[in-house]
């Protein structure tokens, strides 16, 4: 058996292979980025599991997603193994939305025992356990939801480094009250994301003089998942997808 990690750490690859060194049939190879994997599996994609991080550092504007575009076009069963920080939950339902066929999440802090049994699953011809990632593939409809149509993501990147309203609608080239009717949409939504994947409290509604109130919570959102809403590859993939609706 022959397993793919696809980080920028080379480290990472390392722990693997030490995980799975008692197992003298398995072989881990790594790659740092997307666009290394693309050039490996263009000459090579005898793989039966691939280990797939959802960041590569600066260097690299292509997420874990441009990797799981490659690796679903060839077919290889895929599992995210990356760090389990707050500002990664954007790609884990983005992940479950696009690519429905990912085994499952085994972050990186679960130690070597969830990581040796979906080897040993992939070894047995059968799924990993998916219990870490049902919170994701449960919430992944939101995704559709917090970006509705491709123009959005205009306006989320507005919110990057804007902070009132008339200034996020000149940044977007929209309406203020474009603006606040989105902010307004996206505020209960961005509660429940937060509620089932960080376990906070939804808040209540919205009324209607809390505009400058659903911009705050909403931008707040926006720059903890920068990262995301700046991703080339989400352009992509929301584009597609606005296609073929």
């Known amino acids: 058996m022959r397993v793919l990690v696809v980080d920028d750490l080379l480290m990472a690859e390392t722990e693997v292979a030490r995980a799975l060194e008692a197992d003298r049939d398995v072989e ?21 599991l691939a280990l797939v991080d959802l960041h590569y550092g600066k260097e690299t504007r292509e997420s874990g997603l441009a990797a799981f575009e490659v690796l679903s076009t060839h077919g290889i069963p895929s599992i995210v193994h990356s760090v389990d920080e707050d500002n990664r939950m954007l790609f884990l ?34 799924r990993a356990d998916d219990t870490a990632a049902r919170p994701y593939k449960r919430a992944a409809p939101l995704l559709d939801q917090l970006i509705r149509r491709p123009t959005d993501l205009i306006i989320w990147r507005a919110m990057l480094n804007h902070f009132r309203e008339p200034q996020v609608a000149r940044s977007a080239n929209v309406s203020k009250r474009v603006v606040s009717q989105f902010t307004a949409d996206r505020r209960p939504v961005v509660a429940h994301i937060e509620s089932e ?30 990262d995301f809403f700046t991703d080339p590859t989400v352009d992509r993939l929301i584009t597609g997808a606005a296609g073929h609706n």
């Not at 790659?31 to 793989?47: I, K, Q, S, T, W």
């Not at 690519?99 to 972050?107: A, H, I, L, R, S």
């Open 28 to 48: 881990v190879v790594g790659v740092r980025n997307p666009m290394e994997l693309a050039a490996l599996l263009d000459r090579d994609g005898d793989f039966q």
């Open 93 to 126: 339902l983005a992940v479950f939305r696009f690519f429905p066929e990912t085994w499952t999440v085994v972050p990186k802090s679960a130690g070597r025992g969830p990581l040796l049994r979906a080897v040993e699953a992939a070894q047995g011809g059968h």
């Open 197 to 226: 994947l960080l376990h906070r409290r939804n808040p209540p509604a919205a009324a209607p003089d809390e505009r400058n109130t659903n911009l705050l919570e909403v931008s707040a959102f926006a720059r903890l998942n920068a």
